[in-house]
Structure formats: structure tokens, C-alpha cells
């Protein structure tokens, strides 16, 4: 402990992680580590193929090679910590804690702009076709990634200073699987209901703004593909659509469920699924879906491997 300004604040906190577990602490880590070499190795996988082949460089592909390094990164701000936990290194020091909800929700903004990005892609290439080529340039696709970036980390940094200004003078054991705002605000001293309410007005504005840009570029999307003469045209239309669709979903209603809430008292064991959804499972889901519904990197993997084996 230290004392600052009368209070005795908390320097380090315990992440209980996953207490239903402790009878099987090896099989979770097994199974954990398992899920994130997977996670790296797909993501890399992709992103390699990406730069590799030249018939890959367009927007569509290079959006998903950035979602795919967005990705490694999000999951090495949580999941190695994790692993850590399950080997009863279950410190995190106040910084260190701090650190790693700013970079955790930094880099979820970043990734919800970047899927924002994809659909307006996918909306350009569908609904303006002639305009495409001159309009998502290689360059501009960088542009707007860089854009999606930037904005992510600015993001999370009204949040992080509110929290950084509470009190933490008591328990210091954090009922989560790694540090969040919400964990930690139960645990402050002080009164944390501006916190509720700005983390509420901001994860509201930031995912409304973003769904709602995602829906509507879906809906010009849909309109136009249904004015599509062939059905073979439409499908093949669409099919580009439906991977970074199935993205969208899983990402969204878990954020959603997890960070839209005017207040701080949720179920504990529902609070660990929902992180364990969207910080663990949709990453490692992300290769698995760019991989099957996209049928050129498809066919790249299917090569590479039939000359492997």
C-alpha cells in the first residue's frame, strides 16, 4: 500500500481469473494456450498470404490482413496474462492494470472502425462499381486503417483518466479473467457513478455510430444485389459480404452485452463469458471465417497445402 492524499490506495491487485476452475487450472492453461497459438498462427497465416501474393493486394484483403495484425495485438494485451494467472502469478500491479484496459479498449475501438471501414469497402465495391478502382485506392485503404488507429487510441482516454482518479483503499481483488473499468470501478473507494456514466455515454456513441453505418451501408448493399439480374451474380455479390457479416455479429452483441450498461453490478460469472467471448473465442474465430468464406484465400491454402503434403 501507499498513501497519497490521505487515502491508502491500492499499488497492485490480485485477477481472480476463472475460481471454478482451480481444481483444473493445467487443463484450462493447456486449453487456453492451444486457443492462442491458434489465434497467432491463423492471423499470421493470413497476413503473410496477404503480402505474398500479389493478386491479393486489393482493399478487401489488405483490410482483412490489418484486422488480422489488429487482432495479434488484442489478444497479447489479455491472453498472455491469463496463462500467467493460471500459474498463480496472479499479481498486476496498478500501472500495469491501467495499461492493460487502455490498450485493451483502445485497440476494441480500433477493430470496431476497422470493421466500420470494411463495410463501407464492400458498400463501395457493390453499389459503385465504376467508382471503386479510383476511389478505394491502395493508399486510401491504408488512410482510413491509419484513421481507424488513430481514433482507437485517443478513444478509451476520458475513460482511463476518470479511472485513474478513483480511490482504491480496500479489496483489491479484481472478479474478473483480466483488469476492466467495470471490476475495477467496484472496487473503488470513491464514487464511481460519473464513470458508469460516461463509459455508458461513450461505448453507446462509439458502437451506435459504428453498427449503425455498418447497417446501412448493408442495406444499400442488399438493395443492390437484389437488383442483380443472374442468380449466380448475387451470390457470388453477397458472398464477399457474408465473412465480414459474420465478424460484425459476433463482435458487436458481445461488446454490446458486455460495455452498454448504466450500471456496474452484473452477474460475475456472466461478466467472465462475455469476456471470455470477445477476447478469446472471436479472435480465434477471425482466421477461421476470413479463411473458409473468402474462396481465394481458400484456394491460396488449399495449394499450399496440397504441396506440403
Not at 19 to 46: E, R
Not at 74 to 101: D, R
Not at 174 to 190: G, N, Q, R, T, W
Not at 264 to 276: P, W
Amino acid at each position: 500500500m501507499v498513501t497519497i492524499s490521505n487515502h491508502s490506495l491500492v499499488n497492485q491487485f490480485i485477477i481472480i481469473g476463472f475460481p471454478d476452475f482451480y481444481g483444473a487450472q493445467g487443463i484450462l492453461f493447456g486449453l487456453l494456450s492451444i486457443i492462442y497459438i491458434f489465434t497467432l498462427s491463423g492471423n499470421v497465416t493470413i497476413i503473410t498470404l496477404i503480402c505474398t501474393h500479389h493478386q491479393l493486394h486489393v482493399p478487401l484483403y489488405l483490410f482483412v490482413a490489418i484486422l488480422s495484425f489488429l487482432e495479434i495485438w488484442y489478444t497479447a494485451v489479455t491472453i498472455p496474462k491469463m496463462l500467467t494467472n493460471l500459474l498463480n502469478e496472479k499479481l498486476i500491479s496498478y500501472i500495469g492494470c491501467m495499461l492493460q484496459i487502455y490498450f485493451f479498449h483502445c485497440l476494441g475501438a480500433a477493430e470496431t472502425f476497422l470493421l466500420t471501414a470494411m463495410a463501407f469497402d464492400r458498400y463501395m465495391a457493390i453499389c459503385n462499381p465504376l467508382r471503386y478502382p479510383s476511389i478505394m485506392t491502395i493508399p486510401c485503404c491504408f488512410q482510413m486503417a491509419a484513421c481507424c488507429w488513430v481514433i482507437g487510441f485517443f478513444g478509451p482516454l476520458t475513460q482511463i483518466i476518470l479511472l485513474s482518479r478513483l480511490s482504491f483503499c480496500g479489496p483489491n481483488k479484481v472478479e474478473h479473467i483480466f483488469c476492466d473499468f467495470i471490476p475495477l470501478m467496484k472496487l473503488a473507494c470513491s464514487d464511481s457513478s460519473l464513470n458508469v456514466t460516461v463509459n455508458f455515454t461513450i461505448n453507446s456513441f462509439l458502437l451506435f455510430l459504428a453498427f449503425t453505418c455498418i447497417i446501412l451501408s448493408y442495406i444499400k448493399i442488399i438493395s443492390a444485389v437484389l437488383k442483380i439480374k443472374t442468380t449466380e451474380g448475387r451470390k457470388k455479390a453477397f458472398s464477399t459480404c457474408v465473412a465480414h457479416l459474420t465478424v460484425v455479429f459476433l463482435f458487436f452483441v458481445s461488446v454490446s452485452f458486455m460495455y452498454v450498461r448504466l450500471t456496474k453490478q452484473s452477474s460475475i460469472n456472466y461478466d467472465r463469458m462475455m469476456a471470455v467471448i470477445y477476447s478469446v473465442l472471436t479472435p480465434m474465430c477471425n482466421p477461421i471465417i476470413y479463411s473458409l468464406r473468402n474462396r481465394e484465400i481458400r484456394e491460396i491454402l488449399r495449394k499450399k497445402m496440397n504441396a506440403l503434403f
